[in-house]
């Protein structure tokens, strides 16, 4: 993909099967994102977001004012990584809407718990709990994508 067809402002994404990972194009090659594999907030060029994988992207749903988005993306840089409280789709959503949300935590924490109550109410041991949770959790975080 040429970097040229993605908007500023665009979200930015790559698959790594159950969840996507999310970031915001910046311009100039670059990507602001939250990674667990950094720990924290970073800018970073697109090849070292996607790590060789094909980058998907959708462009900003209201106009971008890309100087406030630089600057309040290097102000988040070094904030620490929080698979439920702040990870990537947190961050994507949170840099331009301001409002840290996640479909994928949503989506999966509810089916994981689901799962577990269900396993639960019908008396199942621990393996049938953690089963069933992890089951429903996978099935949460794809129906988080469905609806994207």
């Known amino acids: 993909m040429a970097i040229n067809e993605i908007e500023i402002g665009s979200r930015v994404w790559v698959?790594?099967?159950?969840?996507r990972h999310h970031g915001r194009y910046l311009g100039n090659g670059m990507v602001a994102h939250n990674s667990k594999k950094n720990r924290c907030v970073s800018i970073e060029p697109l090849d070292a977001f996607s790590d060789g994988r094909k980058v998907y992207h959708?462009?900003?749903?209201?106009?971008?004012?890309?100087a406030n988005m630089w600057a309040f993306a290097e102000s988040l840089v070094g904030k620490p990584y929080s698979l439920t409280g702040f990870n990537c789709e947190?961050?994507?959503?949170y840099l331009?809407?301001?409002v840290a949300?996640?479909?994928?935590?949503?989506?999966g924490a509810t089916g994981a718990c689901?799962?577990?109550v269900i396993a639960?109410?019908?008396?199942?041991?621990?393996r049938e709990v953690l089963l069933l949770a992890g089951v429903l959790g996978i099935g949460g975080l794809l129906l988080a994508h469905a609806t994207d």
């Open 15 to 19: 698959n790594l099967f159950p969840i």
């Open 58 to 66: 959708s462009p900003p749903s209201t106009p971008i004012d890309v």
């Open 90 to 93: 947190h961050f994507a959503n």
């Open 96 to 98: 331009v809407d301001g």
């Open 101 to 107: 949300k996640s479909k994928q935590a949503k989506y």
């Open 114 to 116: 689901l799962g577990a």
């Open 120 to 126: 639960m109410s019908k008396n199942g041991g621990t």
